[in-house]
Nanobody
Framework: QVQLVESGGGLVQAGGSLRLSCAAS????????MGWFRQAPGKEREFVAS????????YYADSVKGRFTISRDNAKNTVYLEMNSLKPEDTAVYYC??????????????????WGKGTLVTVSS
């Protein structure tokens, strides 16, 4: 059983930056592909970014490409999401999730094994 705890959310002005962290415990972190997802009020949860087990491959939603960067530190059992040039439409609860046996490029909301409880990001205009 893997536990995931997100942190780093908050209120930021448009154009600003935030760095989210997701700390994992209870499992072999390096054996999981990891993903970040978000859910805005009244909308479905959507894919944001994913990273392979070795951090060799990363993938992004078109809406965040060039602004967000996913990374991981397997020694610290932590995955990060660096968010720059934030826009009001980035406002959402951000979740990290882990998937075992799934390539990072195939990560979606339907295949994840474990989820964190989320951290709220609010971008003001």
């Amino acid at each position: 059983q893997v536990q995931l705890v997100e942190s780093g959310g908050g209120l930021v002005q448009a154009g600003g930056s935030l760095r989210l962290s997701c700390a994992a415990s209870g499992g072999a972190f390096s054996t999981y592909a990891m993903g970040w997802f978000r859910q805005a009020p009244g909308k479905e949860r959507e894919f944001v970014a994913s990273i392979s087990r070795s951090a060799g491959n990363t993938y992004y939603a078109d809406s965040v490409k060039g602004r967000f960067t996913i990374s991981r530190d397997n020694a610290k059992n932590t995955v990060y999401l660096e968010m720059n040039s934030l826009k009001p439409e980035d406002t959402a609860v951000y979740y990290c999730a882990a998937a075992r046996g799934i390539p990072a490029m195939e990560i979606s909301t339907y295949v994840m094994d474990y989820w964190g409880k989320g951290t709220l990001v609010t971008v003001s205009s």
